[in-house]
């Protein structure tokens, strides 16, 4: 499985990003893509996912602000971020996790980097 992200940067507070995980080389039909997030010092922690089937789930950090959304035909993941804030500044990184044969196998992206200036 590959997955090529996109779309950090610098953003003001208040501001919005758009970031893009671009996801192939999989076969299964159960599987879920979510962003993640790691600031220096701390955890990688979900920031949001997505299954195949559409169901969400988010961080309450980012509930209201963010919105995770899927292009099937392209097998893209999208996450849309608004009303940013500085403590939303991490290396943003894209899993693909999948179920084959009762085992979960996970896939990393290289990380993009969001920073937001105060």
């Known amino acids: 499985v590959q997955l090529v992200e996109s779309g950090g940067g610098l953003v003001q507070t208040g501001g919005s990003l758009r970031l893009s995980c671009a996801a192939s080389?999989?076969?299964?039909?159960?599987?879920?893509i979510g962003w993640f997030h790691q600031a220096p010092g701390k955890e990688r922690n979900l920031v949001a996912t997505i299954t195949n089937s559409g169901i969400t789930n988010y961080a309450d950090s980012v509930k209201g602000r963010f919105t995770i959304s899927r292009e099937n035909d392209k097998d893209t993941v999208y996450l849309q971020m608004n009303i940013l804030k500085p403590e939303d500044t991490a290396v943003y990184y894209c899993?693909?996790?999948?179920?084959?044969?009762?085992?979960?196998?996970?896939?990393w992206g290289q990380g993009t980097q969001v920073t937001v200036s105060s």
């Open positions: 899993r693909f996790g999948e179920m084959v044969e009762g085992f979960e196998y996970e896939y």
């Open positions: 080389g999989f076969t299964s039909d159960d599987y879920a």
